[in-house]
């Protein structure tokens, strides 16, 4: 089992939609939750960053981490053509295996037509 | 302020043949990572550091080496080249803990075994 596991999709939705990407997680050293935007022949970059359970609101775009059943969620509001890529879900620890160790689920391949 | 550099950016090797990919960080950022990317397997770890002189393996770490001497530089050495190993190469940086945690990739490497 992957410490993280994401469902790779894909996901088409209409511009405008509200998307919701989710991810779990089986490692409870886990303190910090990432998600990564990645388009196609690129690097990927970070689009949010939770540190415990809440919410964590940026633009259209709001984190989610319930450590409690250990699931994160990616919600994008008004989705825009401009968000089609792969979205990938992370976690890492200061402790033990997870100190400096980035876990990544498969990602998510999202496309938003127009 | 570059980021996190990758060189080269594409690579043709034959089967056998050994060589060197660059990673330089201007951020001073202590972890280091490695990561190889492949249609359907997500991005998998291959060795991490979290500062100078420290080094750990990751998912895969068969057929490659790193060596952290400097807190700038992680270069990733593939000891004698198999098909196997064409993929696309990901370096990434960050800082050790708190705010600005996550990640910062490079444009990555291509290559490809022949």
């Known amino acids: 089992q992957k410490e993280v596991e994401q469902d790779p999709g894909p996901l088409s939705v209409p511009e405008g939609a509200i998307v919701s990407l989710n991810c779990t997680y089986s490692?409870?050293?886990?303190?910090?939750f990432m998600w990564y935007r990645q388009y196609s022949r690129k690097g990927p970059e970070l689009l949010m960053y939770?540190?415990?359970?809440g919410n964590k609101e940026d633009g259209r775009f709001t984190a989610q981490v319930d450590k409690s059943s250990k699931y994160i969620s990616l919600f994008i509001r008004d989705s825009q053509p401009s968000d089609s890529a792969t979205y990938l879900c992370a976690g890492i620890g200061r402790r033990g295996s997870t100190l400096g160790r980035l876990y990544f689920g498969r990602g998510t391949q999202l496309t938003v037509w127009p | 302020n570059a980021g996190v550099t990758q060189t080269p950016k594409f690579q043709v090797l034959k089967t056998g043949q050994s060589m060197t990919l660059q990673c330089a960080q201007d951020m001073n950022h202590e972890y280091m990572s490695w990561y190889r990317q492949d249609p359907g397997m997500g991005l998998r770890l291959i060795h991490y550091?979290?500062?100078?002189?420290?080094?750990d393996q990751g998912e895969v770490p068969n057929g490659y080496n790193v060596s952290r001497s400097t807190t700038e530089d992680f270069p990733l050495r593939l000891l004698s080249a198999a098909p196997s190993q064409t993929s696309v190469y990901f370096c990434?940086?960050?800082?050790?803990?708190?705010?600005?945690?996550?990640?910062?990739f490079g444009s990555g490497t291509r290559l490809t075994v022949v």
């Open positions: 490692n409870s050293a886990f303190q910090y």
């Open positions: 550091s979290v500062g100078a002189g420290i080094t």
């Open positions: 990434a940086s960050s800082y050790s803990a708190g705010e600005g945690y996550g990640y910062t």
């Open positions: 939770t540190y415990s359970s």
